[in-house]
């Protein structure tokens, strides 16, 4: 991709496997924006990244990288728990910023972000629910916008990883991979979710030593709606994810994978993506080209910090019901007007 003089100037925090592919991304796939900075607590891993960039800057404190000339906006891509302060420098920086799911891991510290983001009086913050910029995602969203399949009832999703990385929790199968599920439903249904419920089976012999996997997880929906999901982070096979929705007149369903099938001697098949970064890639790709042009015409749009909040209290319910048991109701704060109603 070839760079203009009015380009985005982006600094990329965190420079693992979700930063690295989105410098790649803003290098050789988005238009309107270059990498003029990255950061990471391991300066060897952001200079291996920067050094394929000409005139990219290395730092290992964000708020040295968000006080350069250079930098007009930020992707935050480092672990959740380092959003909240590289949030609240490119707020004292007034920089618009797309930060990767969870905005927070934790519910007290997204509204806390939410509540500074409302006292600058405008959106800043874009979060990385990547799954909205989907195509297949996309057309499930328009379809009750027809009329012809009525009123949703169900929602049922499957969310299948090859296998956890190390160090993996049963917490984190809620916290990190349900999270996206969580967004779904908030998006597709329009409807808060308000208590949730998980089921634990025994555990697959390939889960890692105390881990619950794979979780059947339950949310009920102040529409009315129920929602299941079907998380299983060590499933061997692929990366799957599926959703179905069952409305008053009909189903829709994505995530099928038959975008290829092939028949060759008595079998019939297609393949499988191995990860996020295979199946999500268009929906990765869209999701920073549509930042990095509202931030050019000066918006801000997308999932809000408000989402990334109310998706953080869902976490923590689902959390409590997985160690305490039962049904637990999600506490969520009032709604400020800056997000709309
Ligand atoms: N939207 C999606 O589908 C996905 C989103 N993610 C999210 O992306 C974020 C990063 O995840 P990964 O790339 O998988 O993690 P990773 O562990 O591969 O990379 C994180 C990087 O951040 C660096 N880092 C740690 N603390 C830092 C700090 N305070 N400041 C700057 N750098 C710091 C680490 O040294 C590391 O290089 C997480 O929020 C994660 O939930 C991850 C996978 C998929
Ligand atoms: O966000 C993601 C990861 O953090 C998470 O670990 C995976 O389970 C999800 O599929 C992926 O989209």
């Known amino acids: 991709m070839t760079h203009g003089p009015d380009d985005l100037g982006v600094a990329v ?3 693992g496997k979700m930063g690295a592919d989105h410098v790649r991304r803003i290098e050789e796939t988005v238009s309107g924006a270059r990498v003029t900075a990255v950061v990471d607590v391991d300066r060897g891993r952001a200079e291996a990244v920067a050094s394929r960039i000409d005139g990219c800057a290395v730092h290992t404190d964000p708020a040295a990288a968000m006080a350069s000339p250079d930098v007009d906006a930020v992707i935050v891509a480092s672990p959740g728990p380092a959003h909240e302060g590289a949030l609240m420098a490119a707020f004292a920086h007034d920089l618009p910023v797309l930060c990767e799911k969870p905005l927070t891991p934790d519910p007290a510290a997204a509204l ?9 009086g405008r959106r800043r913050i874009q979060v990385g629910f990547m799954r909205r910029y989907d195509a297949e995602y996309a057309r499930l969203k328009a379809l009750p916008d027809t009329g012809r399949l009525g009123r949703p009832l169900l929602l049922h ?3 299948r990883n090859v296998a956890s990385p190390p160090g993996w929790t049963s917490a984190m199968l809620i916290e990190d991979s349900v999270s996206h599920e969580m967004d779904v439903t908030r998006w597709l249904l329009g409807h808060e979710i308000t208590a949730v419920t998980v089921h634990t089976p025994t ?9 619950r996997d794979p979780q059947f997880v339950v949310f009920e929906t102040d529409g009315g709606a129920v929602v299941d ?4 982070v060590n499933c061997g096979f692929g990366y799957q994810v599926q959703a179905e929705v069952v409305c008053e007149r009909g189903t829709a369903r994505v995530g099928d994978g038959h975008a290829l099938v092939t028949q060759t001697a008595g079998h019939w098949g297609g393949t499988i993506a191995q990860d996020y970064l295979e199946r999500f890639a268009d929906a990765y790709d869209r999701e920073v080209q549509a930042w990095v042009d509202a931030t050019r015409r000066g918006e801000v749009t997308g999932p809000s910090a408000w989402d990334g909040y109310a998706v953080a209290a869902v ?5 409590r019901a997985l160690t305490e048991g039962g049904r637990v109701p999600v506490e969520l704060a009032e709604r400020p007007a800056l997000y709309g109603t």
Do not use: Q
Request: glycine share 12%; charged share 20%.
């Open 157 to 159: 999703n499957r969310h």
């Open 315 to 319: 976490s923590a319910a689902g959390v």
């Open 13 to 15: 925090i965190g420079t």
């Open 203 to 211: 555990p697959s012999g390939d889960a890692p030593d105390g881990v």
């Open 112 to 120: 806390r972000v939410v509540e500074a983001e409302c006292s600058l």
């Open 229 to 232: 999901v079907e998380i299983f």
